[in-house]
């Protein structure tokens, strides 16, 4: 049997005022032309905020309105003075934007479960819908946060239905695509406000996924039941939970 090897991804999520967006998604599109000639570099998004789903910002605590995201062949690639240059490169690009601009996150992530990957992860094809859940857990929680996110999520028991764990219930609904989990690799940048320790990549057709009737009446449905029935929500903070669609570059 052939192993399957984990890939791994840079996640930088940044907010700036609106007057100030179109020279930060100008600097990202610069940095990701130069970060996918850096070898072993696969691939370099940069994506904006899809406003329409203004819902789903009060359920993060930050609100980024652009994303970099780069997959990379391997954990090595973070210590090549290629990948050091274009990274110092562009964080100094964003210090001299004015706002300010925030850095909401700035890590590197590995992919948990290379094994059961859906269809590759970040497949080609533009312009991508990413939806993307970042979230803190407590080491205290982190097996009942996995086994909630793989094996059951207690949708089951609340709704009827087969038992499955989260991702499994969140890709099930119509446009989703794949999803992708990711678990922390290393220590965030400095200049980064926050440290997650997981990151959810689901990739959707397009922001419509997340306005079908099938996902709307399960978050509905779901709010209905009120934070106090909602356990799940002690397992975990939840930085960014938002979608971004892939800018033209």
Same mark, same amino acid.
């Given at each position: 049997?052939?192993?399957?090897?984990?890939?791994?991804?840079?996640?930088?999520?940044?907010?700036?005022?609106?007057?100030?967006?179109?020279?930060?998604?100008?600097?990202?599109?610069?940095?990701?032309?130069?970060?996918? !000639?850096?070898?072993?570099?696969?691939?370099?998004?940069?994506?904006?905020?899809?406003?329409?789903?203004?819902?789903?910002?009060?359920?993060?605590?930050?609100?980024?309105?652009?994303?970099?995201? !780069?997959?990379?062949? !391997?954990?090595?690639?973070?210590?090549?003075?290629?990948?050091?240059?274009?990274?110092?490169?562009?964080?100094?690009?964003?210090?001299?934007?004015?706002?300010?601009?925030?850095?909401?996150?700035?890590?590197?992530?590995?992919?948990?479960?290379?094994?059961?990957?859906? &269809?590759?992860?970040?497949?080609?094809?533009?312009?991508?819908?990413?939806?993307?859940?970042?979230?803190?857990?407590?080491?205290?929680?982190?097996?009942?946060?996995?086994?909630?996110?793989?094996?059951?999520?207690?949708?089951?028991?609340?709704?009827?239905?087969?038992?499955?764990?989260?991702?499994?219930?969140?890709?099930?609904?119509?446009?989703?695509?794949?999803?992708?989990?990711?678990?922390?690799?290393?220590? !965030?940048?400095?200049?980064?406000?926050?440290?997650?320790?997981?990151?959810?990549?689901?990739?959707?057709?397009?922001?419509?996924?997340?306005?079908?009737?099938?996902?709307?009446?399960?978050?509905?449905?779901?709010?209905?039941?009120?934070?106090?029935?909602?356990?799940?929500?002690?397992?975990?903070?939840?930085?960014?939970?938002?979608?971004?669609?892939?800018?033209? &570059?």
């Amino acid at each position: 049997m052939t192993d399957i090897k984990s890939k791994y991804v840079n996640l930088l999520a940044l907010q700036a005022p609106q007057a100030s967006q179109a020279l930060l998604a100008a600097a990202l599109g610069e940095a990701a032309q130069t970060l996918r !000639s850096v070898p072993g570099v696969a691939q370099a998004i940069v994506s904006g905020a899809v406003s329409e789903f203004a819902a789903g910002r009060d359920l993060g605590e930050y609100t980024p309105s652009h994303t970099l995201v !780069s997959e990379l062949a !391997s954990a090595d690639v973070l210590d090549t003075a290629e990948w050091k240059d274009a990274r110092a490169a562009l964080h100094r690009a964003l210090a001299a934007i004015a706002g300010p601009v925030r850095v909401h996150i700035d890590k590197s992530f590995y992919e948990m479960h290379p094994g059961k990957r859906m &269809q590759g992860v970040l497949a080609e094809r533009a312009p991508r819908t990413l939806f993307l859940i970042v979230q803190r857990v407590d080491a205290d929680k982190d097996a009942e946060y996995n086994y909630w996110f793989d094996v059951d999520d207690g949708s089951a028991a609340k709704y009827g239905g087969p038992v499955v764990g989260h991702l499994e219930e969140r890709v099930s609904h119509p446009g989703f695509i794949r999803g992708t989990r990711f678990k922390a690799l290393g220590t !965030s940048h400095p200049a980064a406000e926050d440290d997650p320790g997981y990151l959810t990549i689901y990739e959707l057709e397009s922001p419509a996924a997340l306005q079908s009737d099938s996902y709307r009446g399960m978050m509905a449905a779901t709010v209905a039941t009120g934070d106090a029935a909602r356990p799940t929500l002690r397992l975990f903070k939840m930085p960014v939970r938002h979608a971004f669609v892939e800018l033209a &570059q």
